[in-house]
């Protein structure tokens, strides 16, 4: 088994080696070092800046940040993650299916490479998904033409460490005519589960276990801020799973779900479904209602996930209003 450092180690042997044969290696042993360090350790936290997004008729400029910033993925328990725009997950982005994206990323962290594979476009990865330099930002067109939930991370090389230091978030793309259920939604969340390890730790993305699993980044905030809804509502959800490695198993516990559209697209309809399988990347929209007053926890279904902080809380309540008091988590 290749750790990263032992790639690293033999591509830096390979370098010199090629280096020695031709005289004309693009990147220099030093520089692979520098990057080699510039892995493993942490970097000052930079404060989030904000996604600047503006639509001119059918095309939608996107601008966001690569940056490294800490965030608490657990109470007390601080990360230096490798973010879009200072948060993991990134900032959610909707589109309208036919828009076309004009993306720009400016790389704000001076240590290494980053990218935007979005996984809601066509287009070349080797033109439309590259690198762009510390420190500088790069621009990129697609289309958006297929509705859904979709992922999109950093694909800078190697991908498993930047999706697992925490690049990652959720683009949704709206159907052009609207879910066939739309009329029936009382309200609408969004969530993104994924895991964390050992900080910075290649090792542990590899071959290890996720210390941390979590929605929306992090094992507290859904616990302590449960998500609403009234006796009676329709509530639906957008639930991707960034991974990197573990599937989730969704499931709202106390309900079925009356529809889902896998992958968000409205042609995918499944009813009457009590898990709903995401693969490391998936998407769906799910929908139920929910009957009586309570607290409806949000799980995977692989509950050793649970213990490590996969679990969300939906309060139901008369009036679709927050009371306090304690919820019940899984
Ligand atoms: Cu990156
Ligand atoms: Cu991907």
């Not at 990865?125 to 330099?133: A, E, L, Y």
Request: one cysteine or more; a negative charge; proline letters at 6%.
């Amino acid at each position: 088994m290749l750790s990263f450092p032992n790639i690293y180690k033999y591509t830096l042997i390979l370098t010199i080696f090629t280096a020695a044969l031709s005289h004309c290696s693009s990147t220099s042993p030093i520089q692979q070092s520098q990057n080699e360090e510039a892995f493993s350790s942490t970097a000052p936290s930079q404060p989030p800046v904000d996604p600047v997004i503006r639509r001119d008729g059918q095309t939608v400029y996107i601008e966001m940040t690569s940056q490294v910033t800490d965030i608490e993925i657990s109470k007390g328990v601080i990360y230096n993650a490798w973010t879009f725009n200072g948060t993991s997950p990134g900032p959610v982005l909707r589109v309208k299916e036919g828009d076309t994206i004009v993306f720009t990323l400016k790389n704000k962290d001076m240590r290494m490479n980053h990218s935007m594979d979005m996984h809601a476009v066509h287009a070349s990865p080797s033109s439309k998904f590259i690198d762009v330099m510390p420190g500088e930002e790069g621009t990129f067109t697609y289309p958006a033409s297929n509705p859904g939930v979709f992922m999109y991370h950093c694909g800078s090389k190697p991908t498993l460490a930047h999706i697992a230091n925490g690049m990652y978030g959720m683009i949704i793309v709206e159907p052009k005519a609207g879910y066939p259920s739309d009329h029936l939604v009382d309200r609408s969340y969004t969530l993104v589960q994924s895991e964390w390890y050992k900080e910075h730790d290649y090792n542990s993305f590899v071959n290890g276990e996720p210390e941390y699993v979590v929605f929306n980044g992090n094992t507290y905030t859904l616990k302590e801020h449960p998500l609403l809804a009234k006796v009676g509502d329709t509530v639906r959800i957008y639930v991707s799973n960034a991974g990197p490695n573990e599937v989730s198993s969704f499931h709202v516990v106390g309900t079925i779900m009356d529809r889902v559209y896998k992958d968000g697209n409205p042609r995918n309809i499944e009813y009457g479904i009590q898990t709903v399988m995401l693969p490391a990347s998936g998407g769906a929209v799910v929908e139920f209602t929910v009957t009586e007053e309570g607290d409806y926890p949000i799980v995977t279904h692989q509950f050793k996930h649970v213990d490590k902080g996969a679990s969300a809380v939906l309060r139901v309540t008369k009036d679709g209003k927050n009371h306090g008091g304690k919820t019940m988590a899984h």
